[in-house]
């Protein structure tokens, strides 16, 4: 097993032997492809927290397959567990077995004690944007109504009914006819009100307005099947909700028979310093999307957990082939004893205020940092141009200066994400278990990459 103890590059990036793979990507591959175009990486191997190219150069990686890599590359304790499972299963459909029966007892015993007797599980295709799918689908059947509201700024997937309750207009302007019925209303994103309100003169009115359009004979939008929201918009830019608007948005659908749907997609599995998010806002939804880190090694799986008040559902309702992916069960119930044997909700929240000082520190060095958001280790910095008047031109300036400092930590030995709307936030998504010397390193390399690509 490789060992890595520091970042080191030791080529320009790409490398020539990355250069090569990545021409025959090139030549080879749909051009949809996203990531190898802003990481120009060709990996040969990864351990832990590190990602080793092609040409020997190691990169401290915060961005752990989007979110997927929760224990970073290759646990041992789950990858002996994937490799124990391969000898006995790997497929099994949607058929009972101890690997599928160990996963879904443990999680459901990671519910909070008043959801865990009532919830039931779906096992859906490998992916959140199915899961997402599946939960709509639910939703609609349950209640025999067909609209859906979802929220500004949000992202559920790129499928048809996923890309249909995203926020993002730009991918759905290229694909005509959406899922009908989909309504969007604004999310409590304080730093840019939609409402165009400061803190001091709001009392949750982006809460308040949906409340008032779903109780109002003329608001023009019948009771929807589901809500449906992120309590951290993560490819919206870290933005997480406020504790108001969370806990108004569920007494409102609550009130009015509406299931609330939570997609925990990027945000569950311990990334927030809570198993869910949603716990941290003292709320109970009906059904909640899991998916990315379910098995803290990289292998697909998605689930939905929900309300048995909601499984009216006929047999064969939401299908799909690789739900049995038995490899995956073990691998998660792997690392759910990794989780709790190496204490790694607390040390996700004691990493998460060390890379919130961090932060802070940083936007107070750097001119161009206009807004610091987080929530355990999911952190992002917004860029704003600090020499134009906001407008399209100093968007534009920002987008290439979030870019910039991403290419430059790159340079350096960090793998970070760009998000947000218009790619002006520099992200980070660390595994749970990193140390306190990865995160100085992370941030010593930020420093550094802001300064560069700022000045």
């Given at each position: 097993?490789?060992?890595?103890?520091a970042?080191?590059?030791?080529?320009?990036?790409?490398?020539?032997?990355?250069q090569?793979?990545?021409a025959?990507?090139?030549?080879?591959?749909?051009?949809?492809?996203?990531?190898?175009?802003?990481?120009?990486?060709?990996?040969?191997?990864?351990?832990?927290?590190?990602i080793?190219?092609?040409?020997?150069?190691?990169?401290?990686?915060?961005?752990?397959?989007a979110?997927?890599?929760?224990?970073?590359?290759?646990?041992?304790?789950?990858?002996?567990?994937?490799?124990?499972?391969?000898?006995?299963?790997?497929?099994?459909?949607?058929?009972?077995?101890?690997?599928k029966?160990?996963?879904?007892?443990?999680?459901?015993?990671?519910?909070?004690?008043?959801?865990?007797?009532?919830?039931?599980?779906h096992?859906?295709?490998?992916?959140?944007?199915?899961?997402?799918?599946?939960?709509?689908?639910?939703?609609?059947?349950?209640?025999?109504?067909?609209?859906?509201?979802?929220?500004?700024?949000?992202?559920?997937?790129?499928?048809?009914?996923?890309?249909a309750?995203?926020?993002?207009?730009?991918?759905?302007?290229?694909?005509?006819?959406?899922?009908?019925?989909?309504?969007?209303?604004?999310?409590?994103?304080?730093?840019?009100?939609?409402?165009?309100?400061?803190?001091?003169?709001?009392?949750?009115?982006?809460?308040?307005?949906l409340?008032?359009?779903?109780?109002?004979a003329n608001?023009?939008?019948?009771?929807?099947?589901?809500?449906?929201?992120?309590?951290?918009?993560?490819?919206?830019?870290?933005?997480?909700?406020?504790m108001?608007f969370?806990?108004?948005?569920?007494e409102?659908?609550?009130?009015?028979?509406?299931?609330?749907?939570?997609?925990?997609?990027?945000?569950?599995?311990?990334?927030?310093?809570?198993?869910?998010?949603?716990?941290?806002?003292?709320?109970?939804?009906?059904?909640?999307?899991?998916?990315?880190?379910?098995?803290?090694?990289?292998?697909?799986?998605?689930?939905?957990?929900?309300?048995?008040?909601?499984?009216?559902?006929?047999?064969?309702?939401?299908?799909?082939?690789?739900?049995?992916?038995?490899?995956?069960?073990?691998?998660?119930?792997?690392?759910?004893d990794?989780?709790?044997d190496?204490?790694?909700?607390?040390?996700?929240?004691?990493?998460?205020?060390?890379?919130g000082?961090?932060?802070?520190?940083?936007?107070?060095?750097?001119?161009?940092?206009?807004?610091?958001?987080?929530?355990?280790?999911?952190?992002?910095?917004?860029?704003?141009?600090?020499?134009?008047?906001?407008?399209?031109?100093?968007?534009?300036?920002?987008?290439?200066?979030?870019?910039?400092?991403?290419?430059?930590?790159?340079?350096?030995?960090?793998?970070?994400?760009?998000?947000?709307?218009?790619?002006?936030?520099?992200?980070?998504?660390?595994?749970?278990?990193?140390?306190?010397?990865?995160?100085?390193?992370?941030?010593?390399?930020?420093?550094?990459?802001?300064?560069?690509?700022?000045?």
């Amino acid at each position: 097993m490789t060992s890595y103890g520091a970042p080191a590059v030791r080529t320009a990036v790409p490398g020539p032997r990355s250069q090569e793979y990545l021409a025959r990507q090139e030549d080879a591959e749909s051009n949809a492809r996203s990531y190898p175009r802003r990481l120009p990486l060709a990996v040969a191997r990864a351990q832990g927290s590190y990602i080793e190219d092609v040409d020997g150069n190691v990169f401290l990686d915060f961005l752990t397959g989007a979110g997927v890599l929760s224990l970073g590359h290759n646990h041992p304790v789950v990858a002996d567990a994937v490799r124990r499972q391969l000898g006995d299963l790997v497929h099994g459909l949607d058929l009972p077995t101890p690997a599928k029966e160990d996963f879904t007892a443990r999680q459901l015993a990671m519910l909070p004690g008043g959801m865990r007797e009532r919830m039931k599980m779906h096992f859906c295709g490998p992916t959140g944007a199915n899961g997402v799918e599946a939960a709509i689908k639910l939703c609609k059947i349950a209640t025999g109504r067909s609209e859906i509201i979802s929220f500004q700024g949000g992202f559920h997937g790129s499928t048809a009914g996923a890309m249909a309750v995203t926020g993002n207009t730009e991918t759905k302007s290229q694909v005509g006819g959406a899922m009908p019925g989909v309504h969007f209303f604004p999310y409590s994103f304080c730093a840019h009100c939609p409402l165009g309100l400061t803190p001091d003169s709001c009392t949750t009115n982006c809460a308040t307005y949906l409340e008032r359009v779903l109780t109002d004979a003329n608001g023009g939008i019948t009771l929807p099947a589901a809500v449906i929201m992120e309590m951290v918009q993560g490819e919206g830019g870290v933005v997480p909700a406020t504790m108001e608007f969370a806990r108004q948005v569920r007494e409102v659908t609550r009130r009015l028979g509406i299931p609330l749907i939570v997609d925990e997609v990027q945000t569950g599995c311990g990334r927030t310093g809570t198993w869910y998010a949603f716990e941290q806002y003292g709320i109970e939804p009906d059904v909640v999307v899991a998916s990315k880190a379910l098995s803290g090694i990289g292998l697909p799986v998605a689930v939905i957990l929900y309300d048995r008040a909601l499984d009216v559902w006929e047999p064969g309702a939401h299908i799909g082939t690789f739900r049995g992916n038995q490899l995956a069960f073990a691998a998660g119930v792997a690392a759910l004893d990794v989780v709790r044997d190496e204490g790694l909700l607390e040390n996700v929240r004691i990493r998460g205020e060390q890379l919130g000082k961090h932060f802070t520190a940083l936007r107070e060095r750097n001119r161009w940092i206009s807004d610091i958001r987080g929530m355990g280790l999911m952190w992002g910095a917004e860029l704003a141009d600090p020499d134009r008047p906001a407008g399209p031109e100093a968007r534009a300036a920002a987008t290439a200066a979030a870019r910039a400092v991403q290419s430059a930590a790159l340079r350096l030995g960090l793998i970070c994400e760009v998000g947000g709307r218009d790619d002006i936030v520099v992200r980070l998504l660390p595994p749970l278990n990193v140390t306190a010397e990865q995160i100085d390193f992370a941030a010593d390399i930020l420093e550094r990459a802001f300064a560069e690509a700022t000045r």
